[in-house]
């Protein structure tokens, strides 16, 4: 693969596992920042640029998650940024650290999120907030996350004949791949008939098709091409990250709003939010979906998995249930899709969840992926999306 | 939680009766000719709606007027999607005791095209909403508290039997730290 004079590298990857641990957030990111960097076979004093995803839920300090995650490792000096992008919180710290190391204002950069989740539904922040989206789209409809996931599930349904049954394959199949990742938080398979007779939690979507709420922490260490080289013969890079926004009129809804953009007196744009997402990485990284070895998208739901296939390019739209059906992308497939297990084995810790995105890839990339490894990758993709209309994707080579 | 603001409530609570509030002030009329109506705005400069309604600066990007009038949408568009919520929502959602389960739909409005969420009008079986069929706005109770009656728009398939009146009084959400 030629350079395209954009790649930084992935020289160190590290997680603490997910659960239901009940600990402070900052335990999980420095024990993935102190593995990321054992990795790298990197001390923290060397690490000359810190960017750390925020979390909304640990208050203060999980605001300003760079230099709270410094000073837990024991303040160096070294510069800092924090980034808050929803699901995408990760993807920006990424985008941060990498234009540092771009610019040559560093050649090491450590990038760390972590959360600790409440029990249940995802809430606003409290208080009477009238002026609030979020706030206001659980006051007046009680709209969830889940309640959102399940209209997209009923639209697929409604335009592609989509069935329960094709979004329960798509949990057995993520279920499988996590059984043998030490850092999932389900290790355990899982059937079509247990997943179907789930309880209904937003129709047509059921427990076990939506993703839980998490605890756990990702970091990379970042590094300069000629740094990275110095340390390895094979380094995987990242060439290409997209943070990209919607373009107006955005015509799906999305989480937190109440309408969609009016598309009167504006022509709809080229491609939609979703399929702009992952556009951008590859754009950047000279690939297109035709290269990829393996992909890991955003199954908040399984049938979000199935709308990811046709957004970053997998197929066309209608075709993704035909390809889960067929194996396509299971392991041993034409191209695997959430090796790592997914956010149906992890559950969602959101500012970590597109660092462990880039943890699992690196790992792919390497052939250290035990148990889960897709043979001779060397192209993998990630993909997500935040709240509020935050594109995240990362394309990864070796 | 403090009482929402409100337009003058109707019909006329009956004596006694709790008065009837708006659960968000100014997102919606029930003065509007032919029925309720969302409240949405429409910029001068290049037609094009927002709901809730944008009082500042017009959404287009190669816009950007801020000549935006308040305008009624459309009271009737066709079913996008469809789901529900059989679990209680967290606060600030105003569950009942016990939890009565909702559906929630996605209404797609022709004259504005955009599409609007909104609850389904109460005792509307879901087995009624079908992707595509045409829907309608109306207002009813989203919860009761020991103040008033907070009502808010829903959608209703259209031709299907008005609701009746919601069942006994709600107890207010806990508080949030």
């Not at chain 2, 997102?27 to 037609?47: I, K």
């Not at chain 2, 797609?108 to 087995?127: D, H, K, N, S, Y």
Request: charged share 20%.
């Amino acid at each position: 693969m030629s350079a395209t004079g954009f790649e930084v590298a992935v020289l160190g990857a590290g997680m603490h596992p997910w659960g239901k641990w009940g600990r402070n957030f900052v335990e999980y990111g420095v024990h993935a920042a102190r593995a990321a960097l054992a990795d790298a076979g990197l001390a923290w004093t060397d690490v000359q640029f810190v960017a750390g995803g925020d979390t909304v839920r640990n208050g203060y300090p999980g605001y300003v998650a760079g230099a709270t995650f410094a000073q837990a490792l024991g303040w160096s000096g070294a510069q800092v940024a924090s980034t808050y992008g929803a699901c995408a919180t990760g993807a920006q710290a990424v985008d941060v650290a990498r234009a540092r190391i771009l610019a040559g204002l560093c050649d090491v950069a450590l990038v760390v999120g972590a959360d600790t989740t409440p029990k249940g539904f995802f809430a606003p922040t409290g208080g009477e907030r009238q002026q609030d989206p979020d706030w206001l789209r659980f006051r007046l409809l009680g709209a969830t996350n889940p309640v959102y996931f399940g209209l997209y599930a009923r639209r697929r349904m409604a335009l592609y004949g989509a069935t329960v049954e094709d979004f329960a394959r798509v949990k057995v199949k993520n279920a499988r791949h996590g059984v043998v990742n030490p850092n999932a938080r389900y290790r355990k398979e899982v059937s079509l008939e247990e997943v179907m007779a789930s309880p209904v939690v937003s129709d047509p979507l059921r427990l076990l098709d939506i993703c839980a709420t998490s605890d756990g922490g990702a970091a990379v260490v970042l590094t300069s091409m000629a740094f990275a080289r110095r340390h390895t013969t094979r380094p995987v890079t990242i060439a290409g990250v997209s943070t990209v926004t919607p373009q107006y009129p955005n015509t799906v809804i999305e989480m937190p709003n109440f309408a969609t953009d009016s598309a009167v007196g504006v022509a709809l744009p080229d491609v939609s939010f979703r399929d702009s997402i992952a556009r951008g990485a590859y754009e950047q990284a000279g690939v297109g979906p035709e290269d990829l070895d393996l992909a890991e998208v955003y199954d908040l739901s399984t049938a979000l998995e199935l709308d990811w296939y046709e957004n970053v390019g997998l197929c066309k739209p209608g075709e993704a249930e035909a390809l889960v059906r067929d194996g396509a992308t299971a392991l041993g497939g034409r191209i695997p899709v959430n090796a790592s297990g997914g956010l149906a084995s992890f559950g969602e810790a959101v500012p970590a969840q597109a660092i462990a995105q880039v943890c699992e890839l690196t790992w792919q990339l390497r052939g250290q992926a035990a148990g889960r490894q897709v043979e001779g990758a060397r192209v993998g993709l990630a993909v997500n999306q935040g709240l509020f209309g935050h594109g995240s994707s990362l394309l990864l080579k070796v | 939680m403090p009482p929402s603001q409100s337009p003058p409530s109707r019909p006329s609570p009956a004596p006694g009766a709790k008065p009837r509030r708006h659960a968000v002030a100014g997102w919606f009329t029930e003065d509007a000719e032919g029925g309720p109506a969302l409240l949405g705005s429409r910029c001068s400069a290049c037609g094009t709606y927002a709901f809730p309604k944008e009082t500042f600066s017009c959404r287009n990007p190669r816009c950007g007027s801020t000549a935006l009038v308040e305008v009624p949408l459309s009271r009737s568009g066709r079913l996008w999607s469809w789901t529900d919520n059989r679990y209680a929502p967290p606060p600030p959602y105003v569950a009942g005791d016990p939890f009565e389960p909702y559906a929630i739909a996605a209404v797609e409005l022709e004259r504005e095209q955009m599409v609007v969420l909104g609850q389904v009008a109460r005792g509307v079986p879901t087995a009624r909403l079908e992707v595509g069929a045409p829907m309608e706005l109306v207002v009813e109770t989203l919860f009761a508290d020991d103040d008033a009656e907070h009502v808010s728009w829903k959608w209703r398939p259209v031709g299907e039997a008005v609701a009746a009146r919601p069942r006994g009084a709600q107890r207010p959400g806990g508080e949030r730290g």
